[in-house]
T-cell receptor
Framework: GDSVTQMEGPVTLSEEAFLTINCTYT??????LFWYVQYPGEGLQLLLK?????DKGSNKGFEATYRKETTSFHLEKGSVQVSDSAVYFC????????????FGGGTRVLVKP | GAGVSQSPRYKVAKRGQDVALRCDPI?????LFWYQQALGQGPEFLTY????????KSGLPSDRFFAERPEGSVSTLKIQRTQQEDSAVYLC?????????????FGPGTRLTVL
């Protein structure tokens, strides 16, 4: 079945450091790929998305590129801030009609001043 | 505008009790999803509605779990004879039917603790 694997946390960084969170997936067909973020005390919210190979999703300084050849969707940010401290979830949707999301286990990121 | 709301936010149940969790999706959103998130893990799909039709219930872990959306708006997830392994955060999400990017809007969740 479909699955998503992402690096385990916690990841602890200093402010202005470079962040990478690895995500790989297994799916039939051509899934859409997502990164969701959960800030402390808040609900899940979409951070960025990509719907086909070589697409790059970006938002709030974060980027991720849909790599079909390596089945990956790694999240990157060049200079993190304390406010980026959160749990990040990689997810896929393998149904083009817009169906269920399959999530990775989440990666907790802590940015220290 | 109002987002997805869920109630109660917290629920403590004794083992064997029945519980009912409510979800109010964003107005006009046709599709509604339920997920279960165990502590320290990612959400796992439970069931999916399009309007009042339950199109996928493959993620429901046992026949103790039941979901309904009788008028195509508010949904209720019911768990009968709760067990300790049912302790988790239950998330509801809704989406516009024809959104090609399938952005799901999540509620804050209901944290269920079974003693």
């Amino acid at each position: 079945g479909d699955s998503v694997t992402q690096m385990e946390g916690p990841v602890t960084l200093s402010e202005e450091a470079f962040l990478t969170i690895n995500c790989t997936y297994t799916a039939t067909g051509y899934p859409s790929l997502f990164w969701y973020v959960q800030y402390p005390g808040e609900g899940l919210q979409l951070l960025l998305k990509a719907t086909k190979a070589d697409d790059k999703g970006s938002n709030k300084g974060f980027e991720a590129t849909y790599r079909k050849e390596t089945t990956s969707f790694h999240l990157e940010k060049g200079s993190v801030q304390v406010s980026d401290s959160a749990v990040y979830f990689c997810a896929l949707s393998a149904d083009a009609a817009g169906n269920k999301l399959t999530f990775g286990g989440g990666t907790r990121v802590l940015v220290k001043p | 505008g109002a987002g997805v709301s869920q109630s109660p936010r917290y629920k403590v149940a004794k083992r064997g009790q029945d519980v009912a969790l409510r979800c109010d999706p964003i107005s006009g959103h046709v599709s509604l999803f339920w997920y279960q998130q165990a502590l320290g893990q990612g959400p796992e799909f439970l069931t999916y509605f399009q309007n009042e039709a339950q199109l996928d219930k493959s993620g429901l872990p046992s026949d103790r779990f039941f979901a309904e959306r009788p008028e195509g708006s508010v949904s209720t997830l019911k768990i009968q004879r709760t067990q300790q392994e049912d302790s988790a955060v239950y998330l509801c999400a809704s989406t516009v039917e024809r959104d090609p990017y399938n952005e799901q809007f999540f509620g804050p969740g209901t944290r269920l603790t079974v003693l």
